[in-house]
């Protein structure tokens, strides 16, 4: 039965070649309805003085949306923003020239990229007299090419407001407490002139907190509280934590989540 086995034979290459053409139509439907969104690395050169220091070279994102003009756009402004609005008519390479004199580490994180939105930090470490070190967020939709402020993401004017600045004030208070702790502690040998500056950086600090910072995460939106000191007491910098879940601030958000 030569006829029957070729037959049989040939309806497996049928079935497959159409389970071919539908999973080739699924993943064309999938890449062309769905914007893809990639973050390049731009690799800058250290300055020669520090090219020993942390790895050869320093790590810059570079957002591809797929959309030529809307990259202008997002990552000219993103440049602007992160050389401190020194830069903003030429080239990437140009600014990076002038913006890397001090620069000794330079990397990024990426940690929101969904719902037309991507969230993404630049960590920071130069170094002149001293070194230090800082991060600068940012937040784009990515479908049009605009930078998000915080207003824009969540209610800031109501309730909300009012639980970030008690869970600000409280973690404040509790760091303060901490320090006198050390204060009282006849085995340590924290003076009363270094505690007395370091509380009056914390009541600064915390008196000017804004609204500005923020990042997006996955589950949950962090609002960044930085509170930056002298280099000789720089070791008490106080580490404050505003993550919100969405499931938990949703009635305040202003983005789909």
């Known amino acids: 039965m030569p006829g029957l086995r070729k037959a049989q034979d040939v309806m497996p290459n049928f079935y497959m070649i159409r389970i071919l053409l539908t999973i080739i139509v699924l993943t064309f439907g999938l890449n062309t309805l769905g914007q893809k969104v990639t973050v390049d690395t731009l690799f800058v050169s250290r300055k020669e003085k520090f090219s020993n220091s942390q790895g050869e070279n320093l790590k810059y994102p570079i957002i591809r949306t797929g959309n030529q003009n809307i990259d202008k756009v997002i990552n000219r402004d993103m440049k602007v923003r992160f050389t401190r609005y020194d830069n903003q008519d030429i080239s990437l390479d140009s600014a990076f020239s002038n913006w890397t004199e001090k620069i000794i580490f330079l990397d990024f994180e990426v940690t929101y990229l969904k719902n037309g939105l991507i969230s993404l930090n630049i960590n920071s470490e130069g170094c002149g007299a001293y070194c230090s ?106 580490l404050i934590e505003l993550k919100y879940k969405y499931t938990d601030i949703k009635k305040y958000l202003r983005i789909k989540n």
Request: charged share 30%.
């Open 133 to 238: 070190n800082w991060t600068d967020y940012f937040t784009y939709n990515y479908t049009t090419g605009e930078y998000l402020t915080i207003n824009r993401i969540i209610d800031t004017t109501g309730e909300f407001r009012g639980l970030v600045i008690t869970d600000k004030d409280k973690q404040y208070e509790r760091k303060s407490l901490e320090l006198k702790e050390i204060l009282t502690d006849d085995d340590g040998d924290f003076e009363k002139d270094t505690y007395d500056m370091v509380i009056e950086y914390y009541k600064d600090c915390s008196s000017t907190f804004q609204f500005n910072s923020f990042a997006l995460h996955d589950d949950y939106l962090e609002i960044i509280e930085t509170c930056f000191l002298p280099n000789v007491i720089k070791s008490m910098r106080p």
